[in-house]
């Protein structure tokens, strides 16, 4: 039984996993931003641990089939060596559970640091969607929106 399990949680298998478990996050974050179960189940450590799970499946599963993770290093010596990484269809599970990881992490962020100004729900619709999408640029429009609710802007906090 073990090993149809294990035979199960191929690649592809996960990448759909993931894609399909954030889901119900993002849809709790986006309409249900003060509510008990985002506060619960979202903005704390119950999420990431998950995806945690999951990339250290990843991890191990590069191992058992002789992953050089050294290789990995190399993505900072130029664009190059970073392609050469992203043929690696370990590598890209590596890099995508990082990156949904993230940005989830930065919804739920966003989520905890409107209540404090008292940002509408409405207008965290779209910042929170578009981080969804395109991390960083869902983290400039949330900005924006905060500097009129918290009628100051400050490069730390």
Not at 33 to 61: D, E, N, W
Not at 97 to 115: Q, Y
Not at 140 to 153: N, T, V
Request: aromatic share 24%; charged share 10%; net charge neutral.
């Amino acid at each position: 039984m073990i090993e149809q399990i294990y035979s199960y949680f191929v690649i592809e298998t996960l990448y759909m996993w993931i894609n399909l478990g954030v889901l119900p996050f993002w849809f709790i974050l986006i309409f249900f931003p003060q509510s008990h179960i985002c506060r619960f189940f979202v903005t704390s450590i119950f999420p990431i641990f998950i995806l945690s799970g999951a990339y250290i499946f990843i991890l191990y599963k590069s191992y058992l089939i002789g992953y050089d993770f050294y290789s990995n290093f190399t993505l900072y010596l130029g664009l190059n060596q970073l392609s050469r990484l992203f043929e690696d269809d370990l590598y890209i599970m590596i890099f995508w559970s990082h990156f949904v990881a993230i940005n989830l992490f930065l919804g739920g962020w966003i989520v905890k640091d409107a209540e404090k100004f008292y940002i509408n729900k409405i207008l965290l619709a779209l910042p929170l969607i578009i981080t969804y999408l395109i991390g960083p640029i869902g983290l400039f429009i949330y900005w924006i929106i905060r500097i009129f609710y918290a009628k100051r802007m400050s490069l730390y906090e």
